[in-house]
């Protein structure tokens, strides 16, 4: 069974810079692509950033250039850096794995972690 938790939310101040991650575990195989979405109250689940296997990155408008996502594969393990951030960046952040077991892509989620930003 494939588990996807993340760490790293919390209460933080505009500006200051979190860094959230994401560790997956379980019977993973090839993985596609990984990445950050959010939900915001009262909003639809977005995507924020993603990371495919060769490491190519690809970010919402919103967030680039102050949001980065990394990978480190010992783990298969994923990182966002989120600088100078906003209040509306207020959002549970959720952790998202594509990974093809032989021709079937399939799609996992993690439980989310929050992230409040506010003075």
């Known amino acids: 069974q494939v588990q996807l938790v993340e760490s790293g939310g919390g209460l933080v101040q505009p500006g200051e810079s979190p860094r959230l991650s994401c560790v997956t575990s379980g019977n993973i195989f090839s993985i596609y692509t990984m990445g950050w979405y959010r939900q915001a109250p009262g909003k639809e689940r977005e995507l924020v950033a993603t990371?495919?296997?060769?490491?190519?990155?690809n970010y919402a408008d919103s967030v680039k250039g102050r949001f980065t996502i990394s990978r480190h594969n010992v783990g298969d393990t994923i990182y966002l850096r989120m600088s100078t951030v906003k209040p509306e960046d207020t959002a549970i952040y959720y952790c998202?794995?594509?990974?093809?077991?032989?021709?079937?892509?399939?799609?996992?989620w993690g439980q989310g972690t929050q992230v409040t930003v506010s003075s």
């Open positions: 998202n794995l594509n990974a093809y077991r032989g021709p079937i892509l399939l799609n996992y």
């Open positions: 990371i495919t296997s060769a490491g190519i990155t």
